[in-house]
């Protein structure tokens, strides 16, 4: 049963000092010159990940979920008292602070690419800077995933896919984010519990070599566990040895019959997983299992399970290549100040300058297929579809948000959408257009003048 | 002001749910039959990643913290009787379940190589299988992280260091333990404030370039934020134009002396590092302020840290290099049953197979140099210093644990005693020999020659 995705409640990770410590002091300067006016923030990619082809915007419910509790307890403001340079009625002016700005974003399963604003924060400054930290790490890490998760479904669209992934996973929460994550993304499920109570998805779960190693026999197990788990016996078998474990399940399985019990499935892990799929398919038809079914585990990428999809496989468990990403571990996102006071703002370091202005991002197609991307002034009419739209005003959520289910929904839609060559896991030949608008052009020149006036001056 | 690691309040991460499915699908088979017996499980690395000479053990404290305060919450307990298979009697003994065993780990901070239990679990067998999963996750990232950060003062010991990777890091519960990991690791502090709060690490936070840009001038800007925190004046020059950002921190520095503030640092985040370090330390030290610090950061892993520390750069600011461990992102961490019930028990999958037995590492010493370790029975004394120690008695903790100061320690101790070459950021030449006792390669025949001995029967 799926949980609504606005039900969860807060997350501890959403303690307002889970924040990098500059975010304090520049509130303290703010905080000295009653610099209170109305900025807005622009969250976004830098650049595509080596080999990927697209991103997926993931992490949406999370970041509003905390955007709307955010607030600092007792005990963070007596911490916050006793660390110099921080005055007894900033902080008294920290405790008494709220969220109470506008956001704009991508729906959570949108594909987006590089430059694009997939979140637009509009609030009196020091709240909209405040949030940074957090708002990068809920984005940027569920982003990350999804991203990399519907690269599985893609190159195995009629394959179960579950996530296994938690025990690798940079700590509790990337793997509660990564189940999440990953099932909005496609997959059919994950072995972490929390999750399927925190968000209604599939669980999976069978059983691990110790429970085969804790009996005197594996046959001796796989009776205890299909017994145990009459209506969902996944027995692992290659505890000792894959074929002689497969022969095993045979012998067994009229006995269980007898008892009113199927064997559901076997569990491969180790060795050459395509090999043995078809040695212990075979051993299972000739002994009368043709429903038994196979799943296969053991450090499976994309690749390695779209090399495995012709083998007589029915479902695959990935580990840290999903829940950790481990070929692009991180998405180098940004948050930036792109106007402040009703002026725009222009950071112009060397290779990190940005684009000023509120901005939304026009989609193009033509016969279904999106054909590029404007980076427009939210004023500007370039045509296309708007991906930006509002989810919070004034601190509040607008509606509860998509179901998980509306999620997938929306991921199917925004890849079968895109130009084939980019939904195949190899680079695409050619690089998605993403263009400035005309009005994007312009108002970076007024900053950029507007700057130099001010330094002359 | 440092704060007794094991002071720490039980982490939300910690919760029962947060572990596998199929733990809890073992336990039914477990507790169908009353397998209670104990057993011992042995939490170790399979391999070094690429490029890494050693690594480094963490996450002791939040792996004992997790395991004083396992139980199943009543919410918990209520998802688990609506899933399929679960008895409500099965359900109300996992209501009562605590971890009541026996735990002896290397303390953190200790150099460890693959094979190596760095943490030993003794406990009836349910308890001590429902634990894998949170386990390995604290374990495996603390000591993923421990391991990276600790490249980076053994690259540049003389220079300043502090973790700005929260933003990047997957999720709160990994920034927060990476801030702690890189710590102990030997870097000198974090960005991260509620790391601060709850450990009592030394935060440091200056100012983005929000900050400058939500001023009209940079001159504006690097004032008030001055003024805001005298003692702490560290101002970011590269907004607009680096070399001017440092005339204008020139320019500012006597009117701001004036007033009494001594302007503490400048930072440095986009371009050439070097040239820009050398460029910036000759317009201080001409305009009058030789005393003006040099900070760094922009995407600098440890090997971008080594090639810079002849630049005139006082310190670094280390971001998802250090806290996703980006060329190394997962560590292959597995956590395995050797003994049950008294006797040894063994994997044999092809390319995973294990040592059976209770298990301990001896590092035996020539001059001071670290020589090899012999990974023998518990009960052989092959010579050597042992580096598994009780760390916790039925369920309790053997006293409070070590600070992370005196972690800090034993890093540099454990560090310095490593052969030359594995020190150095390159990999070594040679690899560090660890060993299997005569005791465990018996013991491994033996538990083969039983299993042989039951698929036969």
Known sequence: MEAEVGASTRDPGDRALVTDLYQLTMLKGYWDHGMNEVATFELFVRRLPPGRNFLLAAGLAPALDYLEGLRFEPDELAWLREQPGFLAAFVDWLGELRFTGDVHAMPEGTVFFPEEPVLRVTAPLPEAQLVETRLISLI?????????????????????????????????????????????????????ASAGQRWGIPTYGTMAHSFVQAHESETE???????????????????????????????????????????AGVRLDSGDLADHAHRVRRILDEGGCPGVRIFASSSLDEQAVANLVRAPIDGFGVGSALTVSTDAPTLDSVYKLQEYAGRPRRKRSEGKATWPGRKQVFRRYADGVAVGDILALEDE?????????????????????????????????????????????EPAGTVYRVEASGGVRALAAQADRAHATAAGA
């Open 221 to 263: 197990a796989f009776l205890r566990f299909a017994r145990a788990h009459p209506d969902n016996a996944v027995l692992l078998i290659d505890t000792y040895d894959t074929e002689a474990g497969a022969e095993t399940v045979v012998r067994i399985a009229s006995q269980l019959r007898s008892e009113g019990i199927e064997v």
């Open 381 to 425: 009419a370039p045509g296309g579809e708007p991906l930006l739209r509002p989810v919070m005003r004034s601190g509040q959520r607008l509606g509860s948000g998509p179901t998980l289910g509306e999620i997938r929904d929306r991921v199917r839609r925004s890849c079968a959408s895109l130009p084939g060559e980019l939904r195949a896991l």
């Open 140 to 192: 940027n890490f569920s982003s990350l995933i999804a991203s990399k998760a519907v690269r599985f479904p893609l190159a195995a669209p009629e394959t179960v896919l579950v996530d296994f992934g938690l025990r690798r996973s940079h700590g509790a929460e990337a793997g509660l984010l990564a189940a999440r994550a990953a099932y909005l993304a496609g997959f059919d499920g994950t072995a972490t």
